[in-house]
C-alpha cells in the first residue's frame, strides 16, 4: 500500500475514536510490510494535530478522573496518584496526575 492509502486509512479509524500512535502503527502494519510507507502516514497525521499521544492521554486521565474520583478534594489530601504509560518517539514516558494538574516524569 502507499503511503497515501494508509494515511486514508488511518484517518477513517481515527474518525471512530482516538489511538495512540504504537496502536496505530500495529494496525497498519496488518495492511503492509514497508515501514517507510506508514512512518510517512504517520508523519503527516502528526501534522495535521489527527493524532497526538499527548493528547489522547489527558483524555484518558480526566476520564479516569470524573469516572472514578467523586471528591477530586479528598483524593488531593490523600495523595493518591495515577500512573499512566505511553509509548512516544520510540521511547516510554511516564504521566502522573496527583489530583493537579497532570504532568510527565
Known amino acids: 500500500m502507499t503511503s497515501q492509502e494508509l494515511y486514508d486509512r488511518a484517518v477513517s479509524l481515527l474518525a471512530r ?3 495512540a500512535s504504537g496502536e496505530l502503527t500495529r494496525a497498519l502494519s496488518k495492511m503492509t510490510e514497508n515501514r517507510e510507507n506508514i512512518d510517512k502516514a504517520l508523519s503527516r497525521l502528526v501534522g495535521c494535530g489527527y493524532l ?5 492521554i489527558k483524555h484518558l486521565i480526566d476520564k479516569h ?13 490523600s495523595g493518591k496518584k495515577v500512573f ?22
Do not use: F
Not at 478522573?65 to 489530601?77: F, Y
Not at 511516564?94 to 494538574?101: A, D, E, Q, R, V
Open 52 to 56: 497526538d499521544d499527548h493528547r489522547l
Open 65 to 77: 478522573v470524573r469516572k472514578n474520583m467523586a471528591r477530586p478534594e479528598s483524593n488531593r489530601r
Open 17 to 19: 475514536r482516538d489511538y
Open 84 to 105: 499512566l504509560w505511553s509509548w512516544s518517539s520510540r521511547c516510554w514516558r511516564k504521566w502522573i496526575w496527583t489530583g493537579m494538574p497532570w504532568q510527565r516524569t
